[in-house]
């Protein structure tokens, strides 16, 4: 069984970090890239990093670049997303999921094989 579990989520102050963490279990997880993705109320889901089944190249959205940070450790067939200088227009629900290599620096959905259920960041002082 396929299962992609994101964690870390949480209330933080605006300015603050949080790292959230993407467990993958079922499936070769050294072959396949991972991309985080969020969706805010009432918004669509958006794409945010994404980083190659290597680790070796990652990528960001505008809205994120400079603040987050993907990386990931195969070993533990984890991804993680370091977040930082968070403000309220961050707050949503996190989301990974794991895709095609080949496409990973579009950021997009329809790339992505499988998914996880998000983990909620709440940003508010």
């Known amino acids: 069984e396929v299962q992609l579990q994101a964690s870390g989520g949480g209330l933080v102050q605006p300015g603050g970090s949080l790292r959230l963490s993407c467990a993958a279990s079922g499936f070769p997880f050294d072959d396949y890239a991972i991309g985080w993705f969020r969706q805010a109320p009432g918004k669509e889901r958006e794409g945010l990093a994404c980083i190659k089944n290597s680790g070796g190249y990652a990528y960001y959205t505008h809205p994120v670049k400079g603040r987050f940070t993907i990386s990931r450790d195969n070993a533990k067939n984890t991804v993680y997303l370091q977040l930082d200088s968070l403000n309220s227009q961050d707050t949503a629900v996190y989301f990974c999921?794991?895709?095609?290599?080949?496409?990973?620096?579009?950021?997009?959905?329809?790339?992505?094989?499988?998914w996880g259920k998000g983990t909620l960041v709440t940003v508010s002082s």
């Open positions: 999921a794991a895709g095609e290599p080949v496409r990973c620096p579009y950021i997009m959905e329809s790339a992505m094989h499988y």
